[in-house]
């Protein structure tokens, strides 16, 4: 069994760029969480998708959007970069998103804005 | 808003039990409370999670206060690839949010 992967490992882009990052969900999960995990801190909920519906969002702007795929892989864009989105971007996979659902996380991807 | 607090961090003895607190005074009735840990460059790991009654795993144990507003992770002996940032955490049944805390980092001292 597959687990969640994340592309690419490491990315750099200066203010003011927008930027794609993917997901790649576990087997069998049909929803696809994202999270930003500024230096030292605890992750933070952007958004969620199940079956290629976004059905749950954090408290970020409408310049965080996704998408989720049929194969229920999933990206995450962000467009007007800005030097506070530098962090490590997770996401994670999990069978139907409810309460009592487990979340695969993927390694994420270390997003540095200059 | 912090919906979770937790201590900054705690250390503990090899083989000795630990209990990781968590306050959440504002969880509501169907919200659940999960734990994770992360390690150094990896991404949070599924410990246990629980909704009204205590719960056991291979991996810990979770005390749910009466009033739900507190958690206890229990690890009944830790080792030294226990040492992690625990977070607790809220699954919010309204929005389908998961709310983070900010994490304690655990020390295990050989």
């Known amino acids: ?114 | 808003d912090a919906k979770t607090t937790q201590p900054n961090s705690m250390e503990s003895n090899e083989e000795e039990p630990v209990h990781l607190p968590c306050n959440h005074s504002t969880i509501s009735g169907t919200d659940y409370i999960h734990w994770y840990r992360q390690l150094p460059s990896q991404g949070p790991e599924y410990v246990i999670h629980g909704l009204t009654s205590n719960v056991n795993n291979r991996m810990a144990s979770l005390a749910i206060a009466e009033d739900r507003k507190s958690s206890t992770l229990i690890l009944h002996r830790a080792t030294l690839r226990d040492a992690a940032v625990y977070y607790c955490i809220l699954r919010l049944n309204t929005g389908n949010q998961f709310y983070f805390g900010t994490g304690t980092s655990l020390t295990v001292i050989p």
């Open chain 1, 1 to 114: 069994e597959t687990g969640v992967t994340q592309s690419p490992t490491h990315l750099i882009k200066t203010r003011g760029q927008q930027v794609t990052l993917r997901c790649s969900s576990q087997s069998g999960h049909n929803t696809v969480s994202w999270y930003q995990q500024a230096l030292g801190q605890g992750p933070q909920f952007i958004f969620q998708y199940y079956r290629e519906e976004e059905n749950g969002r954090g408290n970020f702007p409408p310049r965080f959007s996704g998408l989720q795929f049929p194969n229920y892989s999933s990206e995450l864009n962000v467009n007007a970069l800005e030097l506070d989105d530098s962090a490590l971007y997770l996401c994670a996979s999990s069978r139907s998103g409810g309460g009592a659902d487990t979340q695969y996380f993927g390694p994420g991807t270390r997003l540095t804005v200059l």
